[in-house]
C-alpha cells in the first residue's frame, strides 16, 4: 500500500500543479491601472475579521514563495480616519525590524495569512517609520473589513 | 581475460532456438514492459510533464484503486475532530479554481435546490424550506489537499436528514452536485450519510458569506476541501460514477481523510 501510494501522490502533485499554473487572477494581483485601493477592494468582498485577531498576524508577499515580509503589531487611524495596519517590516529573523503603517485596503485576507499586495517590497522600504503621534488605536474588539484573495502558492 | 566461472563446455546455442518464442514473450511482455513502466513512473514523480499516456493510465488506475481501498477502510460511525467554538477562524479562508474577483454572488430569494435521480420526491427546495428543518453545527477542520487548514464552525441541514426526506435511495452509490461555479463534485452515499456531512447554510452563526457559498454548500469533515462545492444548485442520487471538476483533472475522486 506504502509503496503503490507513493508513485500516486508525487503524480497528483504534478498534476495539480499544472493545474494550478493555469490560474489566470493568482491572489496577489494589484489593482488594475486606474483603480483606486478602495475600489479594487470592494471588489474583493471585505470580509468582517475582529481587529485583535489580527495581531501578530503574520504579513506576506503575494508571491508563490510567499515571503513573510513581517508581522501585524497594531490597528490605528490616522489622522484622516483611515485604518493602517502596522507592520513590524523587514530585518533578518525577527531583528531589525521596525513598524511601518500600511493601508488596510492595501491587504487580503488568507485564512490565518495576510498579504499586502498593492504595494511592492520595494516601496514599502521606502516607508517612513511609523510614529504614533496623531494617531488612535482601535480597540481589539472593533469589526474591520478586510478583503479577500485565493491563496498564492 | 577469460571469466573462471565460464564453463568448459558452453551449452549449444540451439537451445536458444529452440525456446526463441518463450523467451521473447518472457521479455517483452512481463520483463521488458513492466520494468518500462516502473521507469516511466519514477521518471514521472520527477515531474516530468511530457508523460507518455501509458504512464497516466497506470497512475489512474492506481487512484483508483486506492479510492477502493479509501472506501473499504471508512468507517461510517467514526468521527472526525471536532474543536470549541474559541477556534473558528474568522472569516474563513476562500479559496476556489479562481480568484474571489470572480465570485458571482447568489440571490437566495430566488435560489432552488434542484433535486434529481432516485429520488421520491422531485419538488425543488427554497432557501427558507432548508432553513425550516432541523440544524446542526459542527466545528471542524477544513484540509485542503494544497497542504493548508482551518478550523471553521458550520450549521446546516445534515445530508443525511435532507435524502431521508426526499425519499433518496440511500442504497444508491453515488450523491452528485451541480454549483452556480460550474463546480461538479460527488461524494459516495457513505459519506453522505455520514452525521459530520451538511448542507451548510451558517458559519460561526451568521448566515453564509457570498465568497463562501450563500446560500447553501456541502460541508463534510471526512472528505478534502475540494470535495466540498460551494454555490450548491442541485443534487442528484445516482448510480452512474458522476465525477467532479479536479477528478476530471486527475486528483483522486475518494479523497477521505
Known sequence: MV????????????????ALAQSATPGGMPPPPGMSLA????????????????????????????EVLGRVR??????????MVVVDFGGFLGFGTRPIAVPVDAMVLLGQDIEIVALTPKQLRQFPTFSPSGTTDVPDDTIIKVRLAKPSH | ???RFRPDLPPDASVLDDHKPLIRSLERRSLIRGGLSLGALVMLTGCDVKRPEAVESALLA????????????????????????????RPPKFNAYYDVMDVKPVNGVTWRLEVSGL????????????QALPQTSMVIKHICVEGWSYIGGWTG????????????????????????????????????????????????????????GYPM??????????????????????????????????FPWFAGI
Not at chain 1, 508525487?10 to 499544472?18: K, L, N, S, T, V
Not at chain 1, 497594531?74 to 485604518?83: A, F, K, L, M
Not at chain 2, 460541508?219 to 465525477?243: C, D, F, M, Q, S
Open chain 2, 62 to 89: 492506481i487512484s483508483r484503486f486506492n479510492d477502493g481501498v479509501q472506501a473499504l477502510l471508512f468507517d461510517p460511525n467514526k468521527l472526525a475532530p471536532t474543536y470549541p467554538a474559541s477556534m473558528i477562524l
Open chain 2, 119 to 130: 429520488v421520491a420526491d422531485k419538488r425543488a427546495w427554497t432557501l427558507s424550506d432548508l
Open chain 2, 157 to 212: 441541514v445534515p445530508l443525511r436528514l435532507f435524502l431521508e426526506r426526499v425519499g433518496a435511495d440511500l442504497r444508491a452509490k453515488y450523491v452528485a452536485f451541480k454549483t452556480a461555479d460550474n463546480y461538479p463534485s460527488s461524494i459516495d452515499m457513505a459519506s453522505a450519510l455520514h452525521p459530520q456531512t451538511l448542507l451548510a447554510l451558517k458559519y460561526g452563526g451568521d448566515t453564509l458569506a457570498d465568497p463562501f
Open chain 1, 74 to 83: 497594531r490597528v490605528v487611524r490616522d489622522q484622516n480616519g483611515q485604518i
Open chain 1, 3 to 18: 509503496s503503490l501510494r507513493l508513485p500516486f501522490v508525487c503524480g497528483m502533485i504534478a498534476f495539480a500543479g499544472a
Open chain 1, 39 to 66: 475600489e479594487s477592494a470592494a471588489m474583493r468582498f471585505p470580509q468582517p475579521v475582529r481587529v485583535g485577531d489580527l495581531l501578530g498576524r503574520e504579513v506576506l508577499r503575494p508571491v508563490e514563495s510567499q
Open chain 2, 1 to 3: 581475460m577469460r571469466s
Open chain 2, 217 to 250: 454548500r456541502l460541508r463534510t469533515a471526512v472528505k478534502l476541501g475540494y470535495k466540498n462545492p460551494k454555490w450548491v444548485a442541485a443534487i442528484e442520487v445516482t448510480n452512474k460514477y458522476p465525477g467532479g471538476y479536479w477528478e476530471s483533472l486527475g
